[in-house]
């Protein structure tokens, strides 16, 4: 039996970037704030140390910053007529763990989505007149015009750095043609640029395309927010992805939000706790609060007025599952929302291997680079192609690291004195140009409950049913091949074109840019929250985050996952506040 608490008026599970910032942003509006994450306390000071942050082995070959496949694990399979087996270690994705969440060890790489993205479905169908039966895109419930001033708020949160390419509706020279019409200015500068990226910019302009720097939430500059908290300007370590970072340059929850946070009367975090289901009433229509376990074992019912879910993206559907909110998604019948439209990302690369050039891949950075979007989303023309969708096309050096970084050329020895020569031949002179591709969403890609596994409290798994859409093989195909031709013209002595191709395999990583399963939309029968973050029928509690989007485009999610963050937080503090219920009209 649980214990009851006394009850307080917001509820926040997981604090990552979208717990933390509707919990300060609530904060802010004077309402008292419990936070429950399910791992344990971050800080920079303590945790990422410049002496002992850049640890390959600690953080990157045992994933320190991820949750253990013992806390919880999901299980994999390909189609539904396959029976699913779980994941024992983290492979395709990486879920963090612990206040700041996967934002501790993102790559910091700050996109926008265009403003087609939000409305996907209408937009293919009024410019091409069909989408093939294949695909289940849906429009996002919301347009550009709401979202944009939340992609500011977070930018100014991050500090992200960038240069703009369309001003209050005027092209800016320097900065990405395609992207949606801004209101200010990135708060801080591009980085500066090593020389690989350099070098494709250079290309890529020479071939008629448009290149600019890939907008990051690194500060190129000493930035500080308009929490009062103060950041630092990169110093490209090389120790970025996978890694804290020790130097306050790159932006997350920890850095960003929390401080200032834990500085006010009224909030609250509880760490180690693990929300076990979100409560309702006796008529379904209202959440009570939330029931979690604690380190030591005890249960507790936490009462709420208001419940924010706002943890990773399989943990927001299956909390949702779990606690029997919304109608499990059935892709036989294609009825029910909780678990819907499940998407990935569609990883591409070229590696380029030179005879006359060196890179210095020890200077890196998680979100340093150039990139172009000629071939990304709907931005070219998709005519008799087959497919939709594209890439973001980029060369973003992370950091040679010693462990896993030692590039080869096809036919290398694979050990010994053979292997060390041509190591030591290439690793200088070796670089990659990257395609982050979109993930469009199918019938039979979905999450669910696992009928076979448990885990150690005795609840059933997550199931991922996941497969690459032929749709999004063949734009893999064709964007990796405009990526090699980029790459033939730089002048390489070999290139080596690896797009997506066959099954998703769990095994090796991806990226952890998994979303859907309890998407956004206008329409009830196909979505799970409105366009406030608000779930149907059920208005005081908001599930917040990727499992928010109805497919992914060609872009990092998470300065999508912020300005919704925002949104949600917005329409609570300005809307439901002001008169609690269903907010369908505002």
């Not at 973003?396 to 080869?408: D, E, M, R």
Request: proline share 7%.
């Amino acid at each position: 039996m649980a214990k009851k608490l006394p009850k307080t008026d917001v509820v926040v599970v997981g604090l990552g970037w979208a717990g933390s910032i509707i919990a300060k942003e609530l904060a802010d509006e004077g309402l008292n704030v419990v936070g429950i994450e399910r791992g344990p306390w971050r800080d920079t000071a303590r945790d990422f140390n410049i002496n002992t942050v850049p640890d390959e082995l600690r953080y990157v070959q045992r994933q320190e910053l991820m949750l253990r496949t013992r806390q919880n694990t999901c299980t994999m399979r390909n189609n539904p007529s396959q029976t699913a087996l779980p994941m024992r270690s983290w492979g395709s994705f990486h879920p963090g763990n612990g206040t700041g969440g996967a934002g501790n060890h993102w790559a910091g790489i700050t996109f926008r989505f265009q403003p087609e993205e939000f409305r996907l479905k209408s937009h293919l169908l009024e410019r091409y007149g069909s989408i093939p039966d294949e695909l289940v895109l849906q429009d996002w419930g919301t347009t550009w015009e709401e979202m944009e001033p939340h992609y500011m708020a977070f930018e100014r949160v991050a500090g992200t750095s960038g240069k703009a390419g369309v001003l209050n509706g005027q092209r800016q020279e320097g900065g990405n043609p395609f992207e949606g019409t801004r209101s200010g200015e990135y708060p801080t500068p591009p980085l500066r640029q090593p020389y690989g990226p350099v070098l494709f910019a250079d290309a890529a302009k020479n071939m008629g395309y448009t290149p600019f720097p890939v907008p990051s939430s690194l500060v190129s500059e000493a930035y500080t927010n308009q929490y009062g908290v103060t950041m630092g300007p990169c110093t490209f370590c090389g120790f970025c992805t996978n890694y804290g970072c020790a130097n306050y340059s790159k932006a997350s929850a920890i850095v960003n939000v929390l401080p200032a946070l834990l500085r006010q009367e009224n909030f609250e975090a509880r760490t180690f706790c693990e929300v076990l289901q979100v409560n309702t009433d006796n008529t379904g229509k209202q959440v009570t609060g939330v029931t979690y376990i604690d380190s030591s074992g005890d249960e507790w019912e936490q009462p709420a007025d208001l419940v924010i879910v706002a943890a990773f993206t399989f943990e927001n559907v299956r909390l949702m599952l779990l606690s029997g909110i919304g109608k499990p998604y059935d892709p036989v019948t294609n009825s029910g929302t909780t678990g819907r439209n499940y998407a990935y990302q569609t990883a591409n690369g070229v590696t380029l291997f030179f005879d006359d050039k060196k890179f210095n891949p020890f200077i890196g950075a998680g979100a340093v680079g150039m990139g172009i979007d000629d071939f990304n989303n709907d931005n070219f023309d998709h005519s008799g192609l087959g497919f939709f969708g594209g890439g973001s096309i980029r060369v973003t050096p992370i950091g040679g690291a010693p462990i896993n970084y030692h590039p080869t050329p096809p036919g290398s020895p694979k050990w010994g004195k053979g292997w060390k020569e041509a190591m030591v031949k290439n690793y200088q002179s070796t670089m990659s140009i990257g395609c982050e591709a979109s993930s469009y969403t199918t019938r039979t890609n979905y999450l669910s409950l696992d009928p076979n596994y448990k885990d150690h409290l005795g609840r059933p798994l997550l199931r991922i049913t996941f497969d690459f859409p032929e749709n999004d093989l063949k734009m893999a195909q064709y964007c990796t091949g405009k990526v090699a031709e980029i790459a033939k013209a730089m002048g390489p002595r070999e290139i080596v074109a690896k797009p997506t191709t066959g099954h998703w395999n769990s095994v090796p990583y991806q990226s952890s840019h998994v979303v859907g399963g309890f998407i956004m939309g206008a329409d009830p029968s196909t979505s799970s929250v409105n366009k406030h973050l608000q779930v149907w029928d059920v208005p005081n509690l908001f599930v917040v985050g990727a499992s928010a989007f109805p497919q992914n485009p060609g872009y990092n999610p998470t300065g999508t996952v912020g300005a919704l963050a925002f949104k949600a937080a917005h329409a609570i503090r300005n809307f439901y506040l002001k008169n609690p219920g269903e907010m369908i009209s505002v």
